[in-house]
């Protein structure tokens, strides 16, 4: 492998914008999260990586650790691309145990040299360790090529195992239609991969996208799952609102005729700043997901300070009636330092949330009868940054700027959890039914509040997070 002339590592120049709690590059540019895994006592989480400038660049593969999923240590960068196998860069995969070893599996990325950045292929690559610290890669990469059937969008593995054989997914593009699909593979060694064909495919350019990124596949309650990132879906009325978004369907993967039957697709998070998910089981069987905190094509501010985007929080996965909850991870309660309050409040007009630092606070809300109206606000001196506003069984989402509005539908207001640091808000609703995922820059000292036409008294807690 390459080695990174670390001397050319850009570094953070202004703090203003570091999150707190948050997984971050330690200087430079992140992406998807990768590689989600537990291992030897350790949660692994590997990110896409840029470490020579706050843009976007030759993709390496970043890595953290974590003994709890709240605390993490960043490690040497695990993938550095630059071999023939990933010339241009080691795009995301993901990662699997076998016996005493971590695998990964990654795309390699490749550019035919004549400066168009659309002009590109792909293949998919191993590499291994037996620490989880230090990786090498399988001399006889590539492990896949792409089919004479497929584009040159061919990247994305995510892998697991089943009844003794292992499966990966893969996001593609088909070459007759040019539309969105999901390719499964099968090995019975992580080393010889057998084509099985699309387990399913977009049914129209704007309606499911022409390119589907970022797989990742699942079982939850003994069905199965099926969460992409679709790209170029056109909005549907108050739906699919961003650029590309994540979604998934539940259903069924036959594991014989390689079809996957599910849902139509939904979206997974209702916010303007999150995609490229993964997901890790836990050792006590929990589906933990991490996502991107995305600008898609948003100004990025803190790419001034020598760094440029987040992972979400460590979000639980649960399966009812079809619909996928989210909820944050139980073990971000570690984060808690000091209750800054507890106990209903009584909401009539615009009043403050006083805590202590709001821009590293837990906020619940519980409504023991839905509310007829509930607004919760962050603001920037006179700026309003974020506001959700729940009405008519429906939760808007106004961020400042342009494209402001974003939705989901619930049925009532039961509870909010919502978690800020100080450059990112996730709010989930009714026990994760519905969630939005936010990046803002405040300039000014932040202030939280709540509003309400009608009288209503949530029970509020307040945490003043690490
Ligand atoms: C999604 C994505 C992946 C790709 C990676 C490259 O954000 O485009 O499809 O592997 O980013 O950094």
Redesign the pocket.
Known sequence: MQKPDSSKFVHVTNQRYRQHYHIMTPGGWL??PNGLCYFKGYYHVFY?FHPYSSQ?GP?HWGHVRSHDLVHWEQLPIALIPGDPEDSG?C??GSAIIKGDRLYLIY?GHHYYGDGDPDHFWENQNLAYSDDGVHFTKYQHNPIIEAPADNTQHF??PKVWEHDGAYYLVL?SQHQGDKLGRILLYRSSDLLNWKPCGPIIQSQGKSTEGWMW??PDFFSLNGQDVLVY?PMGIQPQGKRFLNLSQVCYRIGHLDYRTHHFIGTPQQELDHGHNF??TQSMLTPDGRRIQFG?LSPFNEKIPEQADGWAGSLTLPRELTLVNNILHVRPAQELTALRNHTDINGNINVNGQQDLTVTNPQHTELIFNFQESPHDFTWLLNAGQEILIKLTYQDNQLTLTRQGKDPYRYATVKGLQDLHIFIDTSSVEIFANDGVAVFTERYYANEPVKLAVAATKECQPAVQAYQLK
């Open positions: 992406n998807d896409q976007w993709m860069g795009f995301s795309t990247r994305d996001g990124e970022c990132s995609y490229a991107w």
